[in-house]
């Protein structure tokens, strides 16, 4: 839990700082792909969180938010300590987001299953799912990234 919670809040930074020109072109389109492998293999999370071997927790669920601030559009959230019912997902808020009015975190938030973008559990001490994260390393503070870098192994989904 500690882990994913640092881990949510380096990358609620790293959202943050930005970068302008052609590259931010690439980039939404690099984490689109990224949210897009991640929905087809949310099988493989599902699967997993209901039935865990005994070195896998921390699972953990990312979700386009529809913004509470007024403006169009959503807020990508990571949500902990997550329950599924047959047509909604609860979960915790990981960090405090920026636009989702007052909620704060710790709130527990609804989802739908169409609302989830990436997908993390742990596995030992290696990091998976997290397509997006793979994305953002680049962009993250040089020091974050080092962090992470040995967790992200193998491919996304352990396989």
Known sequence: ?????????????AACSGE???DDAQYRQ???????????????????FDAPEVDEYDFSLKAAIPRRDGQPGSEDAWLENIARGDDKIVGELTVNPRYLGELREGAIVEIQPGQIIDWAFMRGDALLGHYTTRVMLPRLDPQQAEWLRPMLVGTPDGT
Do not use: N
């Open 30 to 48: 690099d984490l689109s792909a990224a949210s897009d492998r991640a929905k087809a293999k949310i099988s493989f999370f599902w699967e997993h």
């Open 1 to 13: 839990m500690i882990r994913t919670l640092l881990l949510a809040c380096f990358l609620t930074l």
């Open 20 to 22: 302008t020109g052609d």
